[in-house]
């Protein structure tokens, strides 16, 4: 009996998820390997991919184009919970991963495989966002790590599927790891490994290098529709259209780039880089609208809703009755996030300058030093006597 009879393996086309295929078959028995490679908008052609799963021994290779889902289901919500992990990382890989899940999931259901597959090592944080996904979804399924068992080097899973003509890397393979989607990328491995390198130029791909950018600023006026990106320069735009142009426009200037040293929920510091010039520009434009609309307890509350989200995303804890919970609390709050930000890209900055909307709760009346000023100066010297009254109390008592 091998472990499974019929599995849906995520594939990527790169050695260790081709391996996976022949491994899958002769070493635990699975009779039949159905290859599912996800486009998630990170601009490769994936009929080679899908060809070669086929030569590696794939019953079915499966292409499936879910860049909008991604954008629109994963990454526009990530937007509304300006979720970026330990303060910076915009999470592009993190939020990938439950929807590649649930393809995997949907495809085995579909195709009556008793199992789903993945390529990930036991050290990452991939492993843990498939495997609590998956069970999640379909708690029946069985889940196949191969690569997390299977214990061998880089030059034994490149033999191992020779033996099985899986051709090894024809270009010398990159030395880093790279997970690519259209929300950003992330590179790890290599020279980067050591945290006070400097990552090398040729690393990035979706931002210039200062040097390289104009040397004038460009302004770009990002509109929100309940707290979700609507448009660019007053053009209405999808949310993949919108995420294109403006990865594009904000990597131009350089802005996007992320280098920083994070705590793995397997408990390891990884040194990361990574790039995501529209989820960045996107999150701290939204942030700053709802500085404009929503009271300051809500903010503030929402503060730490933002947190909890971030971590129990980056976790793996996408399908989960506390995620669930949240998305509640932070959908109600974005009824009123509606209106345009203004944003000033230069040299690698990407500046608010300017923010409006229907619902905005600044009053310039009370805001200003004018002529004009409505507030009632005296009304502050009851408010302040009340407010330090606890203080007053204290000090009387231990310094009077
Ligand atoms: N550290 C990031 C995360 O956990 C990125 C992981 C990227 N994966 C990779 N195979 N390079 O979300």
């Not at 290859?35 to 080679?48: M, N, R, V, Y």
């Not at 069985?142 to 099985?164: C, D």
């Not at 950018?213 to 007053?234: M, Q």
């Amino acid at each position: 009996m091998g472990r499974a009879t019929k599995v849906v393996l995520a594939y990527s086309g790169g050695v260790d998820t081709s391996v996976c295929i022949p491994y899958l078959k002769n070493e635990w028995g699975v009779e039949e390997v159905i290859t599912l490679a996800a486009d998630l908008g990170q601009g490769e052609d994936l009929e080679p991919v899908r060809q070669k799963a086929l030569n590696s021994g794939a019953s079915e290779s499966l292409v499936i184009d879910a860049v909008e889902p991604f954008v629109k289901n994963y990454g526009y919500p990530a937007i509304q919970a300006n979720a970026l992990y330990e303060n910076r990382y915009p999470l592009a890989t993190a939020l990938g991963r439950p929807l590649i899940a649930k393809l995997l999931v949907d495809t085995a259901e579909k195709y009556g495989a008793d199992a789903i597959a993945h390529g990930c090592t036991g050290k990452g944080n991939d492993q843990v966002r498939f495997d609590v996904a998956a069970a999640g979804l379909n708690p029946k399924l069985k889940i196949l790590a191969p690569a997390r068992e299977w214990g061998m080097s880089r030059e034994e899973t490149i033999a191992y599927g020779e033996k099985y003509g899986i051709p090894s890397p024809v270009k010398k393979s990159s030395p880093y790891s790279i997970d690519k989607n259209l929300l950003g990328m992330a590179i790890e491995a290599g020279v980067l490994e050591d945290p006070w390198e400097e990552a090398p130029e040729d690393v990035f791909e979706m931002t210039k290098a200062i040097a390289d950018t104009p040397d004038e600023p460009e302004y770009v006026e990002i509109g929100f529709e309940k707290g979700l990106p609507v448009s660019l320069n007053g053009e209405a735009m999808d949310p993949v259209a919108l995420i294109t142009k403006l990865n594009q426009l904000a990597g131009s200037h350089g802005v996007g780039r992320i280098d920083m040293v994070e705590n793995r929920l397997v408990g390891i510091k990884s040194r990361e880089i990574y790039e995501s010039p529209a989820m960045l520009v996107l999150i701290h434009a939204h942030r700053d609208l709802e500085g404009l609309t929503l009271t300051g307890d809500v903010s503030r509350y929402k503060r730490g809703i933002e947190d909890t989200y971030t971590q129990l995303v980056y976790n793996g804890l996408w399908y989960s009755p506390l995620k669930a919970a949240l998305d509640a609390f932070i959908v109600q709050t974005q009824d009123v996030v509606t209106g345009s930000v203004r944003v000033k890209l230069f040299k690698g900055s990407a500046a608010i300058v300017g923010r409006k909307s229907e619902n905005s709760l600044y009053s310039f009346d009370l805001a200003t030093y004018g002529a004009e000023d409505e507030f009632d100066h005296k009304a502050a010297e009851g408010f302040i006597y009340i407010w330090g009254l606890p203080t007053r109390v204290w000090s009387g008592k231990m310094k009077g």
